[in-house]
């Protein structure tokens, strides 16, 4: 599962590519239009192009996440305010626990929300 002190910049982000020298200063105002559609991770200097939103998660009619497993684990990497940047990644494991963190908008840090199990 996560860890719940994580920094995204601490590691690579598996599967996803990095861009550096692209960091906080080069995300949009919420007012301009998302980044070409696609998901993105920031840390540092560092982004990660996660692709294009495929899943509407909150039936709104806009794609706002998408998915990615491995080793029998689900993550899915979200943008709830439609500016392209992740803020919510909710992790899913085989064994049924699920963990979901937010990012902290002011101090672009991820923070703990909520732990628990599917029955």
């Known amino acids: 599962m996560v ?4 920094e995204v910049g601490d590691g690579e982000l598996s599967g996803f590519g990095a861009v550096d020298g692209v960091g906080d200063q080069s995300l949009p105002a919420p007012d301009d239009a998302p980044l070409d559609g696609h998901l993105w991770v920031f840390s540092g200097e560092t982004a990660w192009d996660l ?11 806009v794609p706002d996440s998408l998915t990615r497993g491995e080793d029998g684990q689900l993550t899915v990497y979200t ?9 919510r990644i909710t992790e899913l494991d085989p064994t049924g626990d699920y963990a979901v963190s937010h990012l902290d908008p002011e101090t672009g840090q991820w923070h703990a929300g909520t732990l628990g199990r599917l029955e």
């Open 3 to 6: 860890d719940w002190n994580m």
């Open 51 to 61: 692709g294009p939103a495929r899943l509407d998660a909150d039936a709104d009619g």
């Open 79 to 87: 943008d709830t305010d439609a500016d392209g940047r992740v803020d």
